[in-house]
């Protein structure tokens, strides 16, 4: 599709909003009032926050900043702003109840239809490629990713359901891959809704290094478990050794041992742990120790992007390991299709030009870095998307989850979050320097 052509643009938007709301409504309408008001976990906001807030972000940077609308109700502007009173806070505020809530998210986006249909979607900054608009999908997104993992922390039966992954097929797929040394473009110019910390594209030069052909597994991760790997100081950093320790960590979240089983918690229903499923909801202290006991490390978010993205064929970088062309059923465990990562080695309609699987979608990975802006970087539209977050506080996380939608995935996408978090959506891969030190098997 022309998305130089407005009325292709204009329709492509309204999609996008579409499918953001009809996700929106599947995580809120199935169920009880009481389930949307209550706190599920002080880590998270009432469902009903969440929904609320996506109708005012909506309204702020749509209506008001783009058509030039008067509020429609300041009085609720600092109940909805993220910045003003913390997750835990937010169950005792004075809230829209859950109707009122839909009833004001519904008349904003009423208005942003009418709104999207005059606009010109150029002559603006905000307004070049229709950015606000895709900006405001992106969020919604982002919020029912959110959502999800509020249902993940709800106690109670299972209200959700999804068909599972595809089969795995049974490629015999070599334990790591090698990047060959040399430079590559990370970071974006050109992929129109990129958010302000993705750009600019900036050249990085790396060495050698050999990556996890996919992510590390459930069975894999169990070795470390029962190896010991949890009452070993020295596979830990000791700021993750002290967290290990003060919040009694002894496998992954939602994680329980049934005599000699193990079994995992998803959505309300308890299984068996798949030994070949991406490991899920473990720690960046977690993954960082696990690394070490594996006599690896994690990658470095360069690192990611690179094997994600770099195209030795044409010196060029990619906007998703398998190409340009957005993310398809086959290539990517992506958009809550499924509600759980797909076995390693699942999509090799996904693979990168290094050989990599599974590097968008199925689980978030954990990298190396601290969330740090490029060199040139420009916050946009405002500060507190990123740029209030730049800090060693916060570690990138890279690749998108199963439950991240395609608008708001590509390989030049950050996120970040504090290293003690496991309730997220996030696994990880290994890597190694290819140096002489770290031998040269496979070469
Ligand atoms: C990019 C996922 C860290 O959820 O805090 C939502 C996205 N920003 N509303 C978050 C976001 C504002 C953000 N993360
Ligand atoms: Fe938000």
């Known amino acids: 599709a022309d998305r130089t052509d407005p009325a292709t643009l204009r329709e492509a938007i309204a999609t996008e909003l579409l499918a953001a709301r009809d996700r929106t409504a599947g995580l809120t309408d199935c169920v009880e009032d009481h389930d949307l008001t209550a706190q599920h976990s002080p880590l998270m906001s009432p469902l009903v926050w969440d929904l609320a807030h996506i ?14 609308h008067d509020p429609m109700h300041p009085e609720i ?8 009173h913390p997750r835990a806070e937010r169950p005792s505020l004075p809230l829209l109840p859950p109707d009122e809530a839909r009833r004001y998210a519904h008349e904003v986006r009423g208005r942003v239809l009418d709104l999207l249909e ?41 209200v959700l359901a999804a068909p599972p992954p595809p089969a795995v097929p049974a490629d015999r797929l070599p ?36 990556l996890d052909t996919v992510p590390v597994t459930n069975a894999a991760y169990l070795a470390f478990v029962e190896d010991g790997g949890y009452r070993e100081p020295r596979w830990w950093t ?9 919040a009694g960590l002894t496998a992954p979240l939602f994680w329980s041992r049934d005599g000699g089983q193990w079994l995992r918690r998803r959505f309300g229903t308890v299984e068996p742990v798949p030994p070949d499923e991406p490991v899920l909801h473990v720690s960046w202290y977690e993954a960082d120790a696990y690394a070490r006991w594996a006599g690896r490390r994690l990658p470095t978010e360069a690192e990611w992007e690179k094997a994600a993205r770099f195209d030795p064929a044409s010196g060029r970088s ?10 398809a059923a086959e290539h990517a465990n992506l958009g809550q299709r ?27 990975e954990w990298t190396a870095s601290d969330f740090l802006p490029y060199p040139g970087f420009a916050p946009w539209p405002y500060k507190e998307y990123s740029e209030v977050f730049f800090g060693p506080e916060y570690k990138v996380l890279r690749g998108g989850s199963f439950a991240v939608a395609p608008v708001a995935c590509r390989g ?10 496991r309730q997220i959506f996030a696994g990880f891969r290994t890597a190694r320097s290819a140096d002489a030190a770290s031998g040269t098997e496979g070469a």
Do not use: K
């Not at 002559?123 to 229709?130: E, K, V």
């Not at 129109?192 to 750009?199: F, G, M, Q, T």
């Not at 990619?318 to 993310?327: A, I, L, V």
């Not at 030049?412 to 978090?421: E, G, K, L, Q």
């Open 55 to 68: 109708g005012n972000q909506e309204e702020l940077w749509l209506l008001r900043n783009v058509g030039g």
């Open 77 to 84: 502007d600092p109940l909805y702003d993220a910045f003003e």
């Open 118 to 158: 005059a606009s010109p979607l150029e002559g603006a900054p905000l307004l070049d490629a229709g950015f606000a608009f895709g900006m405001i999908a992106q969020h919604e997104q982002q919020h029912d990713e959110t959502m999800l993992i509020t249902h993940q922390l709800r106690q109670g039966a299972a």
């Open 175 to 210: 334990a790591e891959v090698l990047v060959p040394a040399g430079p590559f473009t990370m970071g974006t110019d050109t992929e129109p809704w990129a958010l302000d910390n993705e750009r600019p594209a900036h050249r990085v030069e790396l060495p050698a290094y050999w």
């Open 238 to 246: 000791p700021a993750g050794w002290e967290h290990r320790a003060q």
């Open 318 to 327: 990619r906007r998703y390991p398998w190409g340009d062309e957005p993310p």
């Open 338 to 364: 499924h509600l759980q990562p797909a076995p390693a080695g699942s999509y090799p309609e996904g693979t990168a030009p290094c050989g990599a699987r599974q590097l968008i979608g199925d689980v978030w």
């Open 412 to 421: 030049t996408f950050r996120n970040w979050d504090y290293p003690v978090r």
